[in-house]
C-alpha cells in the first residue's frame, strides 16, 4: 500500500530531498546540485536519487511537500513578469509616493529610490469610488475599466493587479473589474488587493498586489512544469507547497497567491528547528540554517516563532504574515576578497551551485568558506558519501594566490581570517534578533543546521555566550523535515476600526464568521476532515494615535465586551515586553481581525538513531590535522562517524563528527554528547 510521503527544498546551492515511509517511519535522505538554470531539472533529479535509494516506486508516494524560491528569486533578481495596474481615478501615484521613508543603512545621500515593480505608464485609472465604511459613492464605470482593459491587452501585459480604494471593505467592484477582464483578457493573470490583502494603508496593500501579480506567471509556469513532470513520472500525489507563513497549501492555490509563498524557503528550516528543539526538551532556541549562499537566522521563544507582517523583500515592503527571519548572505559558498588597503572582505557574493567553490573543480576560481573550511582540516576528502570529492590543493592555491600574498599574510592566517570574519558576520545578525529586540542570547539554545551550520556553530556560540548548541541528527536536510511536519495554513485578514473601550460586538462578529467561512471554504476545497480543522481568532490592536499594531490571540468564548477586555489586557501586557511600557489608561482601537485557517496533516514519525556503535572507540574512523582558534596552529584531532553515535555517547572536544549532510567541529572547550533522539548537544564547559 503506498505510504511514502515526499518533501524537496530547492536551496542555491543543493536541492535537499527526504523521503518518509508513515507506515513504519523509515527515513531516507539525499541531497543533488541545484540547477539555477531550471530549478526543476533538480527537482527530478532528487526524487529520481531517493527513490533508488530507498528502493521505492514512484506510485508509493501519497503526498509532495515543496518549498520553492522561485517567487523570492523573481523579486529579488528583478526578473518579475510584465505587468499593468487598474486603480481608482485620482490614486494612479499611491505606489510612487510611498511611505517617503529612507532606509536607515547605507549612505543616506547615496540612496536612490527604487523603481517600483510597475511603473506609471502601466497604470490605468477607473472611474469609481467607495467611500470608508464601502458605501458606493460612485459606481464603476463598466466602459471606463472595458477600456483600460483593452489597452492593457494591446500592451501585451501578461498579468494585471486591481487595486481600488476601500476594497478591503466593499471587494464588489475589483470582482466587477475582474469579471470584465476575464471576458476582454481571459489569458491574463489577474491579482485583486481585496484577496492579497484586504486590509487598509493603500501603499501596503498596493504593493502586495502588484508584487502578487508580478510574480504570479513565473510561479504558475514553474509549479504547472513540475506537475506536468511528475505526472509523467508516474506520480500522481498532491503537491502542496511551503507559505511564507510557516505552513503549506496546494499548487493550485499558491499559484493564485504567489506572493505568499516568496520569502517561504528558510520558513520550513524553522519549523523543523522547532521539531528538533521540542524533542531535545528545549523551548527557547535560536535556529541557524547555513547553507551555501546564505544563513536565515530566527529566534523561538516557547516553540512559537515570531512572525511579522511588517517584512521586506528586497526594496519592497511586504505585509503579509512571514516567519520573523533574518537572512544575510553568509554560507559555504561566500566568496573572500582581498580589497585595497589590506583589507579582507567575506561575502555576500556566493559561488553558488554553479560553479561551486573552488574545491568542487567545476572551474571556480575564488577562494570561498567552503575552500578555506577544507584547508583548515575541518571537512572530509569528500562529501554526500564520495559523491562530491575535494580537491585541498586547489583550494589552497586559490587562498594563496587571492587573499594571503595580497595581503601579507600566511595560508593558515587567511583560512583562518575568512572563517572569523564569516562567524563574525553571522554573529551580528543573531544579535539582531535577539539583543536587538530585547532578548539575551544566553538564555537560548542555538539549534544549528544545513550543510554548514554545524562547521561554524561552536564558535558562534563562543561569541554570543549562547550555553549550548543542538546539532539535529540530519542537519543537512532538516528544512525537509521541517515541511514534512507542517499543516496546511492560510491567513485571513479584514480591517475593522473601532475606538475604545466600547466595541461594536455585532459588527466584530460579522466579520469574524465571514472570515471563517471564507477559511472553510478553502479547507473543503483543500480536501481536509472536519475533525482536522481548525480556526484561530486574533485581532490587530494598537494605543489611539499609534501607526502601528501588535497581533494578540482572541480569547476563547462567546464574543462579549467582557472578552473584548480579555484581549485589550494582553495587548498592554504585549506591548510592555516589545517596548517596556504600557498605557493602562489610554484608550486602545481595534484595527483588523484576523483568522488562521489550519487543516492538521498527519505527523511524521521522528526519524530515530541507527547507530552501529555501542563504544566511542567503534565508532572513530581516525584522526585529521584541523586548525583551531584556541590552539593558533593545527593539532591532531579525533573523527568519529555520525551514524556510529550511540544515544549516551559523549566526548570533549576538541572533535570532528562527519556525515554525509554535514560536518560538526567540536571546538575545545566543548562537551559533546548524543541525547536519545540522536541529536548532538554541544555544551560549553565553563
Known amino acids: 500500500m503506498a505510504s511514502c510521503t515526499l518533501a524537496v527544498d530547492v536551496g542555491g546551492t543543493f536541492t535537499d530531498v527526504t523521503l518518509a515511509d508513515v507506515a513504519t517511519g523509515n527515513t531516507w535522505i539525499a541531497k543533488t546540485p541545484s540547477t539555477p538554470q531550471d530549478l ?24 509532495i511537500f515543496h518549498g520553492t524560491t522561485t517567487a523570492t528569486n523573481a523579486i529579488l533578481e528583478g526578473k518579475t513578469a510584465p505587468m499593468g495596474l487598474l486603480t481608482t481615478r485620482g490614486f494612479k501615484y499611491v505606489l510612487e509616493i510611498g511611505r517617503h521613508d529612507i532606509p536607515r543603512e547605507g549612505n543616506l545621500y547615496g540612496w536612490i529610490k527604487p523603481t517600483r515593480p510597475v511603473t506609471p505608464d502601466r ?74 490583502l484586504p486590509q487598509f494603508r493603500e501603499f ?69 528547528a522547532v521539531s528538533v528543539a521540542q524533542s531535545a526538551g528545549f523551548s527557547n532556541i535560536i535556529s541557524i540554517d547555513v547553507g551555501g549562499t546564505s544563513a536565515d537566522i530566527c529566534l523561538v521563544r516557547e516553540h512559537r516563532p515570531e512572525i511579522t507582517k511588517d517584512a521586506k523583500i528586497g526594496p519592497f515592503p511586504l505585509k503579509i504574515p512571514i516567519i520573523d527571519i533574518n537572512t544575510i548572505g553568509a554560507g559555504g559558498g561566500s566568496i573572500a576578497m582581498a580589497m585595497s588597503p589590506g583589507r579582507l572582505e567575506v561575502g555576500p557574493r556566493s559561488a553558488g551551485a554553479e560553479p561551486g567553490p573552488v574545491c568542487y573543480g567545476r572551474g571556480g576560481e575564488e577562494p570561498t568558506v567552503t575552500d578555506a573550511h577544507l584547508f583548515l582540516g575541518r571537512l572530509p576528502p569528500s562529501l554526500l558519501g564520495g559523491e562530491i570529492p575535494l580537491d585541498r590543493d586547489a583550494a589552497q592555491r586559490a587562498i594563496w594566490e587571492r587573499i594571503a600574498r595580497p595581503l601579507g599574510l600566511d595560508l593558515a592566517e587567511a583560512a583562518a581570517g575568512i572563517v572569523e570574519i564569516i562567524n563574525h558576520n553571522m554573529a551580528r545578525a543573531i544579535r539582531t534578533v535577539s539583543i536587538g529586540r530585547g532578548h539575551d542570547p544566553r538564555q537560548f539554545v542555538l ?59 455585532a459588527r466584530i462578529e460579522a466579520v469574524y464568521a465571514e472570515l471563517e467561512a471564507q477559511a472553510r471554504e478553502w479547507l473543503r476545497a483543500e480536501h481536509v476532515p472536519l475533525d482536522a480543522q481548525r480556526l484561530m481568532r486574533a485581532a490587530d490592536l494598537r494605543y489611539a494615535h499609534q501607526s502601528f499594531e501588535l497581533t494578540c490571540a482572541m480569547p476563547d468564548g462567546p464574543m462579549s465586551q467582557a472578552r473584548l477586555q480579555q484581549l485589550v489586557t494582553a495587548f498592554h501586557r504585549e506591548h510592555q515586553r516589545l517596548y517596556t511600557y504600557d498605557l ?10 484576523r483568522i488562521t485557517a489550519l487543516g ?46 550511540a544515544p549516551g555517547t559523549a566526548f570533549d572536544g576538541p572533535a570532528i563528527v562527519d556525515q554525509d549532510d554535514t560536518t560538526t567541529v567540536v571546538f575545545p572547550g566543548f562537551r559533546a554528547r548524543v541525547d536519545g533522539a540522536g541529536h548532538l548537544i554541544l555544551e560549553r564547559q565553563r
Open 204 to 272: 501596503e496593500r498596493s504593493m502586495a498586489t502588484v508584487l502578487n501579480a508580478a510574480v504570479m506567471p513565473h510561479v504558475s509556469r514553474y509549479l504547472t512544469m513540475l506537475r506536468g513532470n511528475l505526472d509523467r513520472q508516474g506520480i500522481a500525489a498532491p503537491l502542496l507547497i511551503m507559505k511564507s507563513n510557516g505552513g503549506v497549501t496546494s499548487a493550485e492555490t499558491a499559484a493564485r497567491q504567489a506572493i505568499h509563498t516568496a520569502l517561504s524557503g528558510p520558513a520550513a528550516g524553522v519549523i523543523g
Open 447 to 505: 539549534v544549528a543546521f544545513g550543510g554548514a551550520g554545524p562547521l561554524h556553530a561552536c564558535r558562534l556560540a563562543e561569541l554570543l555566550d549562547i550555553p549550548a548548541v543542538v546539532v539535529p541528527l540530519t542537519p543537512g536536510v532538516l528544512s525537509t523535515y521541517g515541511l514534512l511536519s507542517t499543516d496546511l495554513k492560510n491567513d485571513y485578514v479584514q480591517t475593522c476600526y473601532q475606538e475604545g473601550p466600547h466595541y461594536d460586538l
Open 600 to 645: 492538521l496533516l498527519p505527523r511524521l514519525r521522528a526519524p530515530s538513531l541507527m547507530a552501529s556503535a555501542l563504544d566511542l572507540k567503534d565508532a572513530a574512523v581516525g584522526t585529521r590535522r584541523v586548525y583551531f582558534e584556541q590552539t593558533r596552529g593545527f593539532i591532531d584531532t579525533p573523527c568519529f562517524a555520525r551514524d556510529r553515535l
Open 123 to 196: 497604470i490605468f485609472e477607473v472611474t469609481e469610488r467607495l467611500d470608508v465604511n464601502g458605501q458606493v459613492l460612485i459606481p464603476l464605470d463598466e466602459e471606463d475599466c472595458r477600456a483600460a482593459v483593452r489597452r492593457l491587452k494591446r500592451l501585451g501585459l501578461p498579468s494585471i493587479a486591481v487595486v481600488f480604494l476601500h476594497a478591503y471593505v466593499n471587494p464588489a467592484h475589483e470582482q466587477q473589474a475582474m469579471r470584465i477582464i476575464t471576458q476582454e483578457y481571459p489569458e491574463a493573470a489577474v491579482s485583486l488587493s481585496s484577496e492579497v
Open 40 to 63: 526543476s531539472v533538480g527537482f527530478m533529479t532528487s526524487i529520481d536519487k531517493i527513490l533508488t535509494l530507498a528502493g521505492r516506486d514512484p506510485a508509493d508516494i501519497v503526498r
Open 584 to 593: 493602562p489608561n489610554a484608550p486602545v482601537e481595534l484595527v483588523n481581525l
